[in-house]
T-cell receptor, first 114, second 111 residues
Framework: DVKVTQSSRYLVKRTGEKVFLECVQDMDHENMFWYRQDPGLGLRLIYFSYDVKMKEKGDIPEGYSVSREKKERFSLILESASTNQTSMYLCASSLRGEIYNEQFFGPGTRLTVL | TQLLEQSPQFLSIQEGENLTVYCNSSSVFSSLQWYRQEPGEGPVLLVT?????EVKKLKRLTFQFGDARKDSSLHITAAQPGDTGLYLC???????????FGQGTTLQVKP
């Protein structure tokens, strides 16, 4: 059974803290994604990685960075958390070159920044 | 710019009713997917449609891709409380791996 796991389901941080969100997939997928989900806005792409150490900015990269040192692991970093980064964060993975672009999602991390 | 518009955004119906959710765009997509997301979980893929005019059925759910591959619909027959959730459409513009998501439709089916 395919699996994408995220390090925390719920996280509460203070403004200015550095926050790490971890995502691991066991499907040997080349592509990995970080999205944030807010009511009425759907899923917005923060960063995309198509291979180890390779990354591409998504639609809303400001305030975020990412790291992909191993194929199965993709980390999202909030260098200095702010209250407007309170949101649900979803990680996903997919097979590169697969024409349907089907993505598999983790359960999400609900982050609250106080 | 929101490239995929879903409607309605909210739907609350009684068990046994039928409903249709729409996903519209002015852009052409190489494929379109529908996901369902339950509270506290990530989205789960329901179906992918690829060919213009394609119709796919998943039990009581019927998915259609528009002839021009710019829009799609999801029809649920005799909705059940277990159908409650957030329905998301997502379009692929090419085989880049990236998807563009609609805003989502929150469906509540009351017993």
């Amino acid at each position: 059974d395919v699996k994408v796991t995220q390090s925390s389901r719920y996280l509460v941080k203070r403004t200015g803290e550095k926050v790490f969100l971890e995502c691991v997939q066991d499907m040997d997928h080349e592509n990995m994604f970080w999205y944030r989900q807010d009511p009425g806005l759907g899923l917005r792409l923060i960063y995309f990685s198509y291979d180890v150490k390779m990354k591409e900015k998504g639609d809303i990269p400001e305030g975020y960075s990412v790291s992909r040192e191993k194929k199965e692991r993709f980390s999202l970093i909030l260098e200095s958390a702010s209250t407007n980064q309170t949101s649900m964060y979803l990680c996903a993975s997919s097979l590169r070159g697969e024409i349907y672009n089907e993505q598999f999602f983790g359960p999400g991390t609900r982050l609250t920044v106080l | 710019t929101q490239l995929l518009e879903q409607s309605p955004q909210f739907l609350s119906i009684q068990e046994g009713e039928n409903l249709t959710v729409y996903c519209n765009s002015s852009s052409v997509f190489s494929s379109l997917q529908w996901y369902r997301q339950e509270p506290g979980e990530g989205p789960v893929l329901l179906v992918t449609v690829v060919t213009g005019g394609e119709v796919k059925k998943l039990k009581r759910l019927t998915f259609q891709f528009g002839d021009a591959r710019k829009d799609s619909s999801l029809h649920i027959t005799a909705a059940q409380p277990g159908d409650t959730g957030l329905y998301l459409c997502a379009g692929a513009r090419s085989n880049t791996g990236k998807l563009i998501f609609g805003q989502g439709t929150t469906l509540q089916v009351k017993p």
